[in-house]
C-alpha cells in the first residue's frame, strides 16, 4: 500500500514563501501523475496544481489561475518526492495542503497559514 507524507507547511507572513514536500513510499512512483491540492476551513477541497508522470514524460505541469507565477509544482523520481514552492503567499491561500499519487491516494496533509 502506497503512502504519502507532506512536509514543509506552517506560518507565514504575507509575501513570503514556503516549500512543500510529499515523500512517497512504493517502486512505482515515476509512472503517475501527482498533485497538490488544498481545503480551507468550510471550502472544498480544490487542485492547486498537477504535474504528469510516466518513464518518459515530459513532466507536464497545470495550476488553479489563482496560483500561476506564484507557486511551482515540481517532482524528483528518484527520490519519490513531490514538491511544492510557494511564493508571493496571502492569506487566501491558507488551508491544509494535501498531495496526490494518481486518482485515489492521498497524504495526511500539512496546515499552511499565511498571516501577520
Known amino acids: 500500500q502506497v503512502q504519502l507524507a507532506e512536509f514543509g507547511g506552517g506560518l507565514v507572513q504575507p509575501g513570503g514563501s514556503l516549500r512543500l514536500s510529499c515523500a512517497a513510499s512504493?517502486?512505482?512512483?515515476?509512472?503517475?501523475?501527482m498533485g497538490w491540492y488544498r481545503q480551507a476551513p468550510g471550502k472544498e477541497r480544490e487542485m492547486v496544481a498537477t504535474?504528469?508522470?510516466?518513464?518518459?514524460?515530459?513532466?507536464?505541469?497545470n495550476y488553479r489561475d489563482s496560483v500561476k507565477g506564484r507557486f511551482t509544482i515540481s517532482r524528483d523520481n528518484a527520490k519519490k518526492t513531490l514538491y511544492l514552492q510557494m511564493n508571493r503567499l496571502k492569506p487566501e491561500d491558507t488551508a491544509v495542503y494535501y498531495c496526490r499519487q494518481g486518482s485515489r491516494v492521498w497524504g495526511q496533509g500539512t496546515q499552511v497559514t499565511v498571516s501577520s
Open positions: 512504493g517502486s512505482e512512483f515515476i509512472f503517475y501523475p
Open positions: 504535474i504528469s508522470g510516466g518513464l518518459y514524460g515530459d513532466n507536464t505541469t
